[in-house]
T-cell receptor
Framework: GAVVSQHPSRVICKSGTSVKIECRSL??????MFWYRQFPKQSLMLMAT?????????EQGVEKDKFLINHASLTLSTLTVTSAHPEDSSFYIC????????????FGPGTRLTVT | GQQVMQIPQYQHVQEGEDFTTYCNSS?????IQWYKQRPGGHPVFLIQ?????EVKKQKRLTFQFGEAKKNSSLHITATQTTDVGTYFC???????????FGTGTRLQVTL
């Protein structure tokens, strides 16, 4: 199946700093990528839809100035958590939409962010 | 907004027993997908259902899409310890590309 990578897999940062997470589709081009957030033992909550070459679409309640998304190429989307706080600690997962076949979303392995 | 609920939230079975998780959407879905997430892992695509009343099988797994396209189920026959994980349904509405994930059902299988 298609492969989506995320980097870093784990990151620990101090409160007030910014963290960038990269999401890459390795063997297909993805005009659309999604960013999810998952708290322990909870479901995936969609944060935003990242569209190549245009602004991301944020879900209600997600601060666009805090979670900056850039989808500059067909294989790369980045999520930057700005001025991170302990409550931003979570598992961040991206997915890339393959628009052929089943319109499957291929998920990255996730990034565990811990803000101290 | 759209809500997708799953029941049960958690189920513990002995190996060899059957397992079913039910998924209910507050709105009509254009299609529904099922994912499995192992502890510490990321969701892995299992299947997509598109047609009203559709039934698909993958070995011991049987997936159904309701006639009204608002509910779905996943049934596992004769569970194995490798089935352990959280099963999520995820639905799309209309022509939207984004998925709304269900609340998930965590399955524990013991010998």
């Amino acid at each position: 199946g298609a492969v989506v990578s995320q980097h870093p897999s784990r990151v620990i940062c101090k409160s007030g700093t910014s963290v960038k997470i990269e999401c890459r589709s390795l063997d297909f081009q993805a005009t659309t990528m999604f960013w999810y957030r998952q708290f322990p033992k909870q479901s995936l909550m969609l944060m935003a839809t990242s569209n190549e070459g245009s602004k991301a679409t944020y879900e209600q309640g997600v601060e666009k100035d805090k979670f900056l998304i850039n989808h500059a190429s067909l294989t790369l989307s980045t999520l930057t958590v700005t001025s991170a706080h302990p409550e931003d600690s979570s598992f961040y997962i991206c997915s890339a939409l393959r628009t052929s076949g089943n319109y499957e979303q291929y998920f990255g392995p996730g990034t565990r962010l811990t803000v101290t | 907004g759209q809500q997708v609920m799953q029941i049960p939230q958690y189920q513990h079975v002995q190996e060899g027993e059957d397992f079913t998780t039910y998924c209910n959407s507050s709105t009509t879905l254009s299609n529904i997908q099922w994912y499995k997430q192992r502890p510490g892992g990321h969701p892995v695509f299992l299947i997509q259902l598109v047609k009203s009343g559709e039934v698909k099988k993958q070995k011991r797994l049987t997936f159904q899409f309701g006639e009204a396209k608002k509910n779905s189920s996943l049934h596992i026959t004769a569970t194995q310890t490798t089935d352990v994980g959280t099963y999520f349904c995820a639905g799309r509405t209309g022509t939207a590309s984004k998925l709304t994930f269900g609340t998930g059902t965590r399955l524990q299988v013991t010998l």
